[in-house]
């Protein structure tokens, strides 16, 4: 895939405003209800582990949760009580589940691409929910899902609010165009590989200057 | 290359194009983007192929239907057509096993040889064994019920039954199978059928094309839709990794491989690829392979007629299938649809390309070459009869049959005390800081000599109500052998005041809630009160719904409400024969991890755990005692301050403990066939008779026992229900008579505690 110039300093800018964004985080209030809710999801994630395989995507999550707007800070014992958790908070759970499957995951902030009347429909939901839409540039979209660890320095990405594993050769609608696998709190590798992708950790990097030949 | 001075002609069979498709409709697509002016002739044997109306057929090519035809006939005129320079792309596998038998060495057939075809017949697919692909594990049907019941077992019933040629059933338990063995062996005319692990992943698939031994190309395919049926609706073609296309070329040099094939496979979480199938003949997707600038149909007519083929580019490496309507062909008229009977719509046809009538056929032929090849190709060796164990048959040579009234629920005592007590020195032998003890269910059995046993082996009893524990102390169990469990545990009411047990499971919050000022009352004590868990990821009415957060965090509130001289525990129980065997350790797991979050939140230290349950003998003995070890550092990683761990056998101890001696009423013959056998035993006798294999002896007027192997023979209860069938596949032995002897083993479980008296005035 070749970028226009249009798109790629559109990328630029978007990266430069989320570059600066952590992970998202669920936090746990000092007393017993976030212990509990906590406690509670990971006795979940290892029911729904019926077959004990480590790579398989934490489906349920999403049988339980919707997508769409979530108010932060957000705290564990609020999780169930809410219907619909955004891609954050799902990056944050699907990392739970998946580290109680076994696997090695680490947060990855994504930019997506789609169309403009999609972000509107976003950006109205949003605000009308009282929550902020500033993870909308245009038509582009900060994301959140978990890069698994498969072997060595190869990553998969599983998306959780799509609850699927985002495939590296994918182009044109939806696409990645930028990701930055955040292992800040890790020994430091040299570089990940997803799918003909090299990836340089907490490292923002445009899909199409990794994934395309000079 | 050389251009031919006649008119390329390829006749193309397999034209069926509904949700389960024929290729015949994507290779005639694909050839004639390469070949604009070739003559395309299409093949079919029912005028409900659809594909017969496609346009880039030149003409169509209509036979009869396939019971009808007279194949040296039809044979003859192939040959035709082939000396006359046409080619023939077959899209049906059975066809393409006839041909390759009919014209082993015509240039103009493009397809594998029978040697070929011999290599890559399921299940073993051998020729795989030079790619790095696994083939599933499988188990022929002509192996013991008994056997096949073990498979699914271990499986998890996560199974598929499949025949030799197309069509595989997906089931989920015992009936399910049986009911899938007689449609696949009614619909394709044969026995030869396998019982196949189910892959959990992603279908993937590779395409390639030959010609003698040379690999001209190949794709791979991910499947990016599936219809219901799991057959492709859109997928992503790209090149097949280096690692399986440099042992593929070798694999199909050896196999002197002619024409295409498609490789389907299942990509598990693990990366893992298991073949499933290698189809002699192109998928029905490969237009999509054509899109992505990779004409194989072409590629093959190029290499085999010296024509230069029109090159296509790549448009794209994604394709989907849409649903569009074209005309049909004026001198083909649509047939009505079948008229609808019952309560039914009309419907079409399920195999309108007519394999089934084929594969009728050519089984027909056993005397024949074509006969002995298809034998040969799906060899799985003769149906064998299940063991029996030495005890059973020693202890039934005890019995004077002559005078007993039928029918008779035998109790196999040696059979009986042999399992006690394997169980009880397996336990003796755990040295692990957490004591083990073995909890006899009594609604199992609550036969007096299995409570004896089990009192005698130092059990304890798990009851489920007032009644059972009143037998269980009769017996001389002490309250502090018993465990209570179920809903009616204090049912119809509390029998003794102040009796203190072993264990006590409640089976809800409510009766927890109510339960705590009992005990601190002292209307009755337990060493050990807990509660019965309801995992989220399994449907059951019993237990404590975990999954819901409300009800946990009300759980851990009274938890830390139950008097500290009472120690904490929980329970499971899903039967193990039913999830499946690893299916129930995963599950196990998971209640500790249950287990561990009550004692996280709630401070209260887990110090008991009981499991059970509806344990198969075999697996009891042969895979949860052995795993014992295991099964306790599991629960210490958890539960550091576990003590205590209950087993609960269920089945396992009785069920081959107990036969039912049956006598024959009559033997119903059809010809020399012995077609059904009634006998005065029924369904009111043997309850679950439906629900696993019973092992079935025949006492021969010589007086030996003859173990009865699966056949065609119905075994009729007496009852007049429409539902007294014992069993489904018995081969009958052809000197059984009225009068003689048939005892139906592995009776000593449910079919006993739930027998009924039925039809007996």
Not at chain 1, 104 to 133: A, M, N, Y
Not at chain 2, 87 to 111: M, R, V, Y
Not at chain 2, 371 to 392: K, N, T, V, Y
Request: include cysteine; aromatic fraction near 10%; charge should be negative.
């Amino acid at each position: 895939m070749r970028l226009a110039k249009g798109d790629r300093s559109k990328i630029t800018i978007a990266i430069e405003r989320w570059r600066h964004w952590q992970p998202s985080r669920i936090l746990f209030h000092h007393e017993d209800c976030c212990l509990i809710a906590h406690e509670w999801f990971i006795a979940m994630a290892r029911s729904h582990l019926t077959d004990g395989i480590v790579f398989k995507g934490p489906h349920w999550i999403r049988q339980r949760w919707s997508w769409g707007p979530s108010k932060w800070p957000l705290y564990w014992c609020q999780v169930e009580k809410l219907d619909t958790l955004d891609c954050g908070a799902l990056g944050v759970l699907a990392r739970e589940a998946f580290k109680v499957q076994g696997a090695t995951t680490f947060p990855v902030q994504l930019i997506r691409q789609f169309h403009l009347q999609d972000t509107q429909q976003w950006r109205q939901k949003w605000e009308s929910g009282t929550c902020l839409s500033n993870w909308i540039l245009d038509d582009l979209a900060y994301h959140e899902a978990c890069a698994v660890i498969r072997q060595d320095s190869n990553i998969e990405i599983w998306d959780p609010t799509d609850s699927c594993w985002i495939s590296p050769e994918a182009r044109g609608y939806g696409a990645i165009v930028a990701l930055c696998v955040d292992m800040e709190s890790f020994e430091p590798r040299e570089t990940l590989v997803w799918g003909s992708l090299n990836i340089q950790p907490n490292t923002w990097v445009v899909v199409e200057v990794l994934g395309s030949s000079p | 290359m050389t251009q031919r001075k006649y008119p390329l002609t390829i006749y193309i069979s397999g034209l069926y194009s509904g949700p389960n498709p024929s290729p015949g409709i994507g290779i005639a697509r694909s050839l004639r983007c390469a070949y604009p002016d070739a003559i395309l002739i299409g093949v079919d044997y029912s005028n409900r192929s659809h594909g017969i109306h496609w346009p880039d057929f030149n003409e169509i090519w209509l036979q009869r239907p396939w019971n009808e035809l007279d194949l040296d006939l039809y044979a003859s005129q192939i040959k035709e057509v082939l000396d006359a320079g046409a080619f023939w792309i077959s899209g049906l596998d059975l066809e393409t096993i006839w041909l390759a038998h009919k014209f082993p060495t015509h240039s103009n057939l493009l397809g594998p040889s029978v040697d070929a075809l011999r290599r890559i017949a399921k299940p073993t697919i051998p020729a795989h064994k030079a790619l790095p692909l696994r083939v599933p594990h499988y188990l022929y049907l002509t192996l013991p019920d008994w056997e096949l019941y073990a498979f699914c077992r271990k499986y998890g019933w996560r199974v598929w039954l499949k025949g030799p040629y197309y069509e595989a059933y997906r089931v989920r338990n015992w009936t399910e199978l049986n009911f899938a063995r007689s449609q696949l062996s009614n619909t394709w005319s044969t026995d030869k059928l396998f019982v196949q692990a189910h892959i959990v992943g992603y279908e993937e698939s590779i395409a390639f094309c030959a010609y003698r031994g040379h690999l001209l190309d190949c794709v791979y395919m991910t499947k990016r839709d599936i219809t219901p049926e799991g057959k492709t609706w859109a997928g992503r073609i790209s090149n097949v990794p280096k690692e399986i296309l440099d042992p593929l070329q070798k694999v199909v040099k050896e196999l002197n491989w002619t024409g295409g094939a498609e490789l389907e496979m299942i990509r598990d979480a693990n990366g893992m690829l298991w073949l499933i199938e290698w189809n002699p003949r192109f998928p029905a997707w490969i237009y999509g392979a054509t899109i992505a600038g990779h004409n194989l149909p072409a590629l093959l007519i190029e290499r085999a007629s010296g024509m230069p083929a029109r090159k296509n580019l790549e448009a794209n490496k994604e394709f989907t299938r849409v649903v569009i309507e074209i005309p049909a062909r004026p001198q083909f008229p649509l047939p009505p649809l079948s008229e609808p009977v019952a309560d039914s719509f009309g419907s079409s046809l399920k195999h309108p390309s007519g394999m089934p009538l084929l594969a009728a056929r050519l089984q027909k032929h056993k005397g024949e070459v074509l006969g002995a090849h298809l034998d040969e190709l799906h060899e799985i060796g003769e149906i064998s009869a299940p063991s029996i164990p030495h005890l059973i048959l020693e202890e039934l040579k005890s019995y004077d049959f002559t005078q007993v009234e039928t029918p008779l629920p035998i109790f196999l005592k040696a059979v009986a005390e042999t399992s006690f007590k394997q169980t009880a020195e397996i336990l003796r032998a755990n040295s692990s800081g957490v004591q083990v003890a073995v909890a006899y269910s009594v609604k199992t059995n609550p036969d007096a000599r299995f409570l004896e046993l089990a009192h005698k082996h130092d059990f304890l009893a798990e009851i489920i109500s007032q009644f059972e524990l009143r037998k269980a102390l009769s017996i001389g169990f002490d309250p502090a052998q018993i465990v209570l469990n179920g809903p009616g545990k204090w049912w119809p009411s509390i029998s003794n005041r102040g009796l203190q047990f072993h264990a006590l499971f409640c089976d809800s919050l409510e009766e927890l809630r109510w339960l705590i000022p009992q005990l601190d009352k002292g209307i009755c004590g337990a060493r050990f009160v807990g509660v019965r868990l309801r995992p989220p990821q399994f449907q059951s009415r019993f237990g404590v719904p975990v999954g819901d957060l409300g009800t946990f965090r009300d759980l851990v509130s009274l938890v830390k409400r139950i008097p500290p001289d009472c120690s904490f525990g929980v329970h499971f129980h899903i039967p193990s024969s039913v999830v499946g065997v690893e299916e129930w350790f995963q599950l196990y797991e998971s209640i500790l991890v249950w287990a561990r979050a009550i004692e996280t939140t709630s401070g209260v230290k887990v110090r008991c755990v009981d499991v059970g349950g509806g344990w198969f003998p075999d697996d009891w003995f042969g895979v949860l005692l052995p795993r014992l070890s295991g099964l306790i550092d599991k629960a210490l990683g958890n539960l550091h301050s576990l003590e205590h761990l209950i087993l609960e056998p269920g089945k396992a101890l009785t069920q081959s403990a107990v036969a039912l001696l049956t006598r024959v009423l009559e033997v119903r013959r059809s010809g020399s066939n012995i077609e059904e056998v009634v006998v005065d035993g029924s369904i009111a006798e043997l309850p679950t008779v439906q629900d696993y294999p019973h092992r079935i002896l025949w006492l021969s007027s010589e007086g030996g026992w003859e173990v009865l192997k699966r056949g065609k023979g119905l075994l009729l209860g007496r009852l007049c229900m429409e539902n007294d069938i014992l069993a489904s596949t018995v081969d009958f032995p052809n000197r059984i008579q009225p009068g003689d002897i048939l005892v139906i083993c592995d009776a000593g479980a449910y079919d006993r505690s739930m027998s009924y008296a039925f039809g007996q005035g």
